[in-house]
T-cell receptor
Framework: AQSVTQLGSHVSVSEGALVLLRCNYSSSVPPYLFWYVQYPNQGLQLLLKYTSAATLVKGINGFEAEFKKSETSFHLTKPSAHMSDAAEYFCAVSVAQAGTALIFGKGTTLSVSS | DTAVSQTPKYLVTQMGNDKSIKCEQNLGHDTMYWYKQDSKKFLKIMFSYNNKELIINETVPNRFSPKSPDKAHLNLHINSLELGDSAVYFC?????????????FGPGTRLTVT
Protein backbone atom coordinates (compact mmCIF):
# COMPACT_ATOMS: atom_id res chain seq x y z
CA ALA A 1 0.00 0.00 0.00
CA GLN A 2 1.08 3.55 -0.61
CA SER A 3 0.81 6.59 1.62
CA VAL A 4 2.04 10.14 1.81
CA THR A 5 2.83 12.30 4.82
CA GLN A 6 3.12 16.04 4.52
CA LEU A 7 4.90 17.55 7.47
CA GLY A 8 3.44 20.86 8.49
CA SER A 9 -0.17 21.65 7.72
CA HIS A 10 0.64 25.34 7.50
CA VAL A 11 3.82 27.06 6.34
CA SER A 12 4.30 30.83 6.43
CA VAL A 13 7.06 32.66 4.59
CA SER A 14 7.88 36.22 3.64
CA GLU A 15 7.88 37.34 0.04
CA GLY A 16 11.29 36.55 -1.44
CA ALA A 17 12.09 33.85 1.11
CA LEU A 18 12.77 30.21 0.39
CA VAL A 19 9.77 27.93 0.22
CA LEU A 20 10.19 24.37 1.54
CA LEU A 21 7.22 22.03 1.73
CA ARG A 22 7.95 18.56 3.04
CA CYS A 23 6.62 15.26 1.75
CA ASN A 24 7.54 11.72 2.74
CA TYR A 25 6.11 8.68 1.05
CA SER A 26 5.68 5.01 1.71
CA SER A 27 5.42 2.52 -1.12
CA SER A 28 6.17 -1.17 -1.51
CA VAL A 29 6.93 -0.69 -5.21
CA PRO A 30 8.70 2.09 -7.10
CA PRO A 31 6.45 5.11 -6.79
CA TYR A 32 5.41 7.92 -9.03
CA LEU A 33 5.24 11.17 -7.08
CA PHE A 34 3.40 14.38 -7.78
CA TRP A 35 2.93 17.85 -6.36
CA TYR A 36 -0.35 19.61 -7.07
CA VAL A 37 -1.43 23.14 -6.16
CA GLN A 38 -4.97 24.23 -5.36
CA TYR A 39 -5.91 27.90 -5.39
CA PRO A 40 -9.04 28.93 -3.48
CA ASN A 41 -12.24 27.58 -4.98
CA GLN A 42 -10.41 25.96 -7.87
CA GLY A 43 -9.40 22.50 -8.97
CA LEU A 44 -5.93 21.03 -8.68
CA GLN A 45 -3.10 21.90 -11.03
CA LEU A 46 0.01 19.81 -11.50
CA LEU A 47 3.24 21.51 -10.43
CA LEU A 48 5.61 18.66 -11.20
CA LYS A 49 5.98 14.89 -11.19
CA TYR A 50 8.65 12.26 -10.63
CA THR A 51 8.46 9.19 -12.83
CA SER A 52 11.91 7.64 -12.29
CA ALA A 53 13.72 9.61 -14.99
CA ALA A 54 15.62 12.35 -13.13
CA THR A 55 15.69 12.68 -9.36
CA LEU A 56 15.63 16.49 -9.52
CA VAL A 57 12.40 17.56 -11.12
CA LYS A 58 11.63 21.07 -12.28
CA GLY A 59 8.06 22.23 -12.49
CA ILE A 60 6.02 25.27 -13.29
CA ASN A 61 6.20 28.65 -11.54
CA GLY A 62 9.80 28.11 -10.44
CA PHE A 63 9.12 25.09 -8.21
CA GLU A 64 11.31 22.01 -8.08
CA ALA A 65 11.47 18.83 -6.05
CA GLU A 66 14.11 16.20 -5.41
CA PHE A 67 13.37 12.50 -5.09
CA LYS A 68 15.49 10.92 -2.35
CA LYS A 69 14.93 7.21 -2.15
CA SER A 70 17.12 6.77 0.94
CA GLU A 71 15.01 9.30 2.81
CA THR A 72 11.71 8.37 1.11
CA SER A 73 11.20 12.07 0.54
CA PHE A 74 10.04 14.34 -2.24
CA HIS A 75 10.23 17.85 -0.80
CA LEU A 76 9.05 20.84 -2.83
CA THR A 77 11.14 24.01 -2.95
CA LYS A 78 11.15 27.42 -4.55
CA PRO A 79 14.04 29.85 -4.06
CA SER A 80 11.95 33.00 -3.76
CA ALA A 81 8.30 33.12 -2.76
CA HIS A 82 5.80 35.37 -4.47
CA MET A 83 2.50 36.52 -3.06
CA SER A 84 0.78 34.57 -5.82
CA ASP A 85 2.22 31.30 -4.43
CA ALA A 86 -0.21 31.40 -1.50
CA ALA A 87 -2.32 28.28 -1.94
CA GLU A 88 -2.85 24.71 -0.78
CA TYR A 89 -0.19 22.22 -1.87
CA PHE A 90 -0.71 18.49 -2.10
CA CYS A 91 1.85 15.74 -2.45
CA ALA A 92 0.56 12.52 -4.02
CA VAL A 93 1.80 9.04 -4.89
CA SER A 94 0.69 6.45 -7.37
CA VAL A 95 2.04 3.23 -8.85
CA ALA A 96 2.15 1.67 -12.28
CA GLN A 97 -1.27 0.14 -12.74
CA ALA A 98 -4.10 0.81 -15.14
CA GLY A 99 -6.62 3.22 -13.69
CA THR A 100 -4.58 3.72 -10.57
CA ALA A 101 -5.58 6.64 -8.42
CA LEU A 102 -3.54 9.28 -6.68
CA ILE A 103 -3.07 8.86 -2.95
CA PHE A 104 -2.85 12.34 -1.49
CA GLY A 105 -1.24 13.77 1.59
CA LYS A 106 -3.32 15.99 3.83
CA GLY A 107 -2.04 19.15 2.21
CA THR A 108 0.02 22.13 3.31
CA THR A 109 -1.33 25.66 3.29
CA LEU A 110 1.32 28.12 2.16
CA SER A 111 0.92 31.72 3.31
CA VAL A 112 3.13 34.48 1.90
CA SER A 113 3.41 37.82 3.63
CA SER A 114 4.81 41.05 2.24
CA ASP B 1 -11.50 25.38 -24.04
CA THR B 2 -12.14 23.78 -20.69
CA ALA B 3 -10.29 20.47 -20.41
CA VAL B 4 -12.36 18.90 -17.62
CA SER B 5 -15.72 20.45 -16.85
CA GLN B 6 -18.23 19.69 -14.12
CA THR B 7 -21.81 20.73 -13.63
CA PRO B 8 -23.12 22.11 -11.45
CA LYS B 9 -20.42 24.07 -9.65
CA TYR B 10 -22.58 24.47 -6.56
CA LEU B 11 -25.33 22.15 -5.39
CA VAL B 12 -27.46 22.79 -2.32
CA THR B 13 -30.06 20.20 -1.46
CA GLN B 14 -31.92 18.63 1.41
CA MET B 15 -31.32 15.34 3.11
CA GLY B 16 -32.98 12.41 1.41
CA ASN B 17 -32.89 13.89 -2.08
CA ASP B 18 -31.21 12.29 -5.11
CA LYS B 19 -28.77 14.35 -7.16
CA SER B 20 -26.31 13.94 -10.01
CA ILE B 21 -23.05 15.62 -10.89
CA LYS B 22 -21.86 15.54 -14.48
CA CYS B 23 -18.30 15.49 -15.74
CA GLU B 24 -16.94 15.80 -19.25
CA GLN B 25 -13.40 15.88 -20.57
CA ASN B 26 -12.32 16.95 -24.04
CA LEU B 27 -8.72 15.75 -23.75
CA GLY B 28 -9.25 12.39 -25.40
CA HIS B 29 -8.25 10.60 -22.19
CA ASP B 30 -9.38 7.05 -21.52
CA THR B 31 -9.36 7.12 -17.72
CA MET B 32 -11.60 9.20 -15.48
CA TYR B 33 -11.88 9.54 -11.72
CA TRP B 34 -14.05 10.91 -8.94
CA TYR B 35 -12.38 12.30 -5.81
CA LYS B 36 -14.01 13.65 -2.66
CA GLN B 37 -12.48 16.55 -0.74
CA ASP B 38 -13.80 16.90 2.79
CA SER B 39 -14.03 19.98 4.98
CA LYS B 40 -10.42 19.51 6.09
CA LYS B 41 -9.36 19.54 2.42
CA PHE B 42 -8.41 15.86 2.47
CA LEU B 43 -8.72 14.31 -1.00
CA LYS B 44 -9.69 10.70 -1.43
CA ILE B 45 -10.39 8.59 -4.49
CA MET B 46 -13.91 7.28 -4.89
CA PHE B 47 -13.99 5.68 -8.33
CA SER B 48 -11.95 5.34 -11.47
CA TYR B 49 -13.00 4.22 -14.92
CA ASN B 50 -10.76 3.05 -17.72
CA ASN B 51 -12.38 2.84 -21.15
CA LYS B 52 -15.80 2.89 -19.53
CA GLU B 53 -14.87 -0.02 -17.25
CA LEU B 54 -14.91 0.43 -13.48
CA ILE B 55 -11.38 -0.05 -12.16
CA ILE B 56 -11.44 1.37 -8.66
CA ASN B 57 -14.41 1.36 -6.35
CA GLU B 58 -13.26 2.49 -2.96
CA THR B 59 -15.23 1.96 0.18
CA VAL B 60 -18.02 4.39 -0.47
CA PRO B 61 -21.70 3.87 0.36
CA ASN B 62 -23.63 2.19 -2.41
CA ARG B 63 -25.80 5.31 -2.50
CA PHE B 64 -23.06 6.62 -4.78
CA SER B 65 -23.20 5.24 -8.29
CA PRO B 66 -20.90 6.33 -11.10
CA LYS B 67 -21.97 6.03 -14.69
CA SER B 68 -19.78 6.34 -17.76
CA PRO B 69 -21.84 6.54 -20.95
CA ASP B 70 -18.68 7.02 -23.02
CA LYS B 71 -14.98 7.69 -22.52
CA ALA B 72 -15.51 11.45 -22.33
CA HIS B 73 -18.12 11.42 -19.59
CA LEU B 74 -18.27 10.17 -16.02
CA ASN B 75 -21.30 11.13 -14.00
CA LEU B 76 -21.89 10.64 -10.30
CA HIS B 77 -25.35 9.91 -8.97
CA ILE B 78 -26.05 10.09 -5.27
CA ASN B 79 -29.20 8.67 -3.70
CA SER B 80 -30.73 9.55 -0.34
CA LEU B 81 -28.29 12.33 0.42
CA GLU B 82 -26.99 12.64 3.97
CA LEU B 83 -25.40 15.53 5.86
CA GLY B 84 -22.04 13.74 5.72
CA ASP B 85 -22.07 13.84 1.94
CA SER B 86 -21.40 17.56 2.05
CA ALA B 87 -18.02 18.04 0.39
CA VAL B 88 -16.35 19.15 -2.80
CA TYR B 89 -16.35 16.50 -5.50
CA PHE B 90 -13.66 16.59 -8.16
CA CYS B 91 -13.65 14.82 -11.46
CA UNK B 92 -10.30 14.11 -13.11
CA UNK B 93 -8.99 12.41 -16.21
CA UNK B 94 -5.70 10.99 -17.45
CA UNK B 95 -4.29 9.23 -20.46
CA UNK B 96 -3.63 5.50 -20.25
CA UNK B 97 -3.99 5.46 -16.44
CA UNK B 98 -0.67 3.75 -15.87
CA UNK B 99 0.12 5.71 -12.76
CA UNK B 100 2.70 8.10 -14.17
CA UNK B 101 0.23 10.11 -16.21
CA UNK B 102 -0.79 13.56 -15.10
CA UNK B 103 -4.35 13.75 -13.90
CA UNK B 104 -6.28 16.81 -15.01
CA PHE B 105 -8.85 18.02 -12.51
CA GLY B 106 -12.13 19.75 -13.02
CA PRO B 107 -13.09 22.85 -11.01
CA GLY B 108 -15.07 20.85 -8.47
CA THR B 109 -18.69 20.68 -7.38
CA ARG B 110 -19.42 21.95 -3.89
CA LEU B 111 -22.27 19.87 -2.51
CA THR B 112 -24.07 21.15 0.57
CA VAL B 113 -26.69 18.94 2.17
CA THR B 114 -29.02 20.65 4.64
Amino acid sequence: AQSVTQLGSHVSVSEGALVLLRCNYSSSVPPYLFWYVQYPNQGLQLLLKYTSAATLVKGINGFEAEFKKSETSFHLTKPSAHMSDAAEYFCAVSVAQAGTALIFGKGTTLSVSS
Amino acid sequence: DTAVSQTPKYLVTQMGNDKSIKCEQNLGHDTMYWYKQDSKKFLKIMFSYNNKELIINETVPNRFSPKSPDKAHLNLHINSLELGDSAVYFCASSQAGTGNSEQYFGPGTRLTVT
